[in-house]
């Protein structure tokens, strides 16, 4: 009804759900002609149903690829596989490549020639435009998905491996070192520890989401549909995830109230707050290991808050820039916010909605 009577002084507007009055004014359209004498008619409005918005399919002939980067052991070689097998795409490991093409291996070829000659040697599968709809494991080049694994599993298992070669360092002193070089030049991070018995489920979710071929998207927005959503506005999502096959019985999509979570040191504070990026991450972790749903990634702006406005932007679009690598299907942007950075989030979300 609102809207309706904003078309007094805007001409052409469109009701697309005229039957929201059905309850509480069932005659507010014949009213509206007859007695306030605002002419009303019936459109037909373009049919929707086809987009990739209602989570259909997307047309498989794209000739991109991914590329998997990572510390050595952090499981890319594994991951790489699962994601192959999800797609239906060839899987290809940099090291296979490298000691097929040099007859020899990385331990061994780093011997005779160094570190820098196996680094470029090992990057040249993923920057060949012949290669195409592959799944690829390589150790670090400016590539699509980073892997990350507990550091101590790292340690353990790269100690009792003996085909690489030795760093010559202590491997904690490597990952500190390359885990900013690792991370800022990636499209999308899986988030968190997948159980075992659904790792498989979770891969295919993850990569057939961020390919487009099946998008993980609310099943239900094709037009003159409902959709339902449940909002969490849980301080911890930890508090939600015993109930969660019960609360999400019927919904369609999760939303996450970014702005309402509250990280341990901090629970007992009230008011406008933005929570640590790590703490958003691991609460992230947390709904992906119970649920397969599509998540609604939220943050409003803080009135009032301790923060300047120059700050409060800097942060809040680094949580929707990290939404937007973790590959989260829904990132709810308030329009009041300046349009270069709406313009420059949208330009990266892939198949994510904003």
């Known amino acids: 009804m609102a809207f309706s009577v904003l078309g007094t002084v805007v001409r052409d507007t469109i009701i697309e759900e005229k039957r929201c009055v059905e309850k509480t004014w069932p005659n507010w359209w014949d009213d509206l002609e007859n007695k ?49 097998d999800a797609l239906d795409w060839h899987f290809t490991d940099a090291d296979t490549v490298f000691e097929e093409k040099h007859q020899m291996g990385v331990r061994e070829f780093v011997q005779k020639n160094g570190w820098p000659a196996s680094a470029l040697r090992k990057q040249a599968p993923a920057r060949s435009s012949a290669i195409s709809r592959r799944v690829m494991s390589l150790a670090l080049v400016e590539g699509q998905l980073f892997t990350q694994r507990e550091i101590n599993e790292v340690v353990k298992y790269l100690g009792e491996e003996t085909a690489r070669p030795a760093y010559g360092e202590p491997v904690v002193d490597v990952f500190q070192r390359r885990e900013p070089c690792a991370i800022s030049p990636v499209s999308f991070r899986p988030v968190g520890h997948v159980p075992p018995n659904s790792i498989r489920e979770e891969v295919g979710r993850f990569f057939n989401h961020i390919t487009g071929r099946r998008p993980n998207l609310a099943p239900n927005l094709a037009r003159n549909k409902r959709s339902y959503f449940l909002s969490l506005t849980y301080p911890d999502i930890a508090l939600a995830l015993p109930y969660m096959q019960d609360l999400t019985a019927g919904v369609d999509a999760i939303e996450l109230r970014v702005d ?51 700050t409060q932007r800097r942060r809040l679009f680094e949580l929707f820039h990290t939404a937007a690598r973790l590959a989260v299907e829904y990132i709810d942007v308030e329009v009041s916010w300046a349009e270069r950075n709406i313009e420059e989030l949208v330009t990266r979300k892939g198949i994510r909605r904003s």
């Open 36 to 84: 306030i004498g605002l002419q009303v008619e019936g459109v037909q409005l373009p049919d929707f149903n086809g987009l990739a918005s209602v989570s259909r399919p997307t047309d498989d002939q794209s000739n991109s690829s991914v590329v998997i980067i990572g510390m050595r052991g952090s499981g890319k070689t594994f991951i790489g596989e699962l994601a192959a």
């Open 260 to 310: 309402l979570l509250r990280s341990p040191k901090d629970f007992d504070k009230f008011g406008p707050y933005i929570p640590p990026m790590a703490y958003v991450i691991e609460q992230l972790a947390a709904l992906r290991q119970t649920t397969s749903l599509p998540i609604v990634f939220t943050v409003r702006q803080l009135p009032k808050a301790d923060y300047s406005p120059i």
